[in-house]
């Protein structure tokens, strides 16, 4: 998962979908005024373009990571600055990651709130 992050944070977003299972789903946060649904790699790197466009290369910054079982929570602060627009970004994304019996990611869920991000997950461990 770090290594996922330190690639896509290198520009490396050709890693990072060969991590994710082609049927992939990524759902954005439930409370996200634009909450959506996106499928498949092709879906999946146009939600990327999305944001780039808007702020640029996102960075993230992992703050806690706790594994259980098939599944991953990953506690991130995300920032980024669109080149064109001046437009910041800097907030905290819970994002829980399932993975399939190959090892691929078939499952992003992305949350807000880490007790939401948890419960989905079903994760019982404490965070940092």
Known sequence: ???GYDAWN???RSYVLDNLSPDVV????????DQDVFRGHEAV????????AAVGQLRFEVQDMVEEGNRVLAVVKRSGVGRQSGLEVSDVVCQVYFFDE???CSLVREFYDRNAAMASAGITQPTE
Do not use: A, H, L, Y
């Not at 990524?26 to 005024?33: E, L, N």
């Not at 790197?45 to 780039?52: A, V």
């Open 45 to 52: 790197s146009g939600f990327w373009n999305q944001w780039r």
């Open 102 to 104: 190959d090892g691929k």
């Open 26 to 33: 990524w759902v954005t946060p439930p409370d996200d005024p």
């Open 10 to 12: 290198g520009g490396d």
């Open 1 to 3: 998962m770090r290594t």
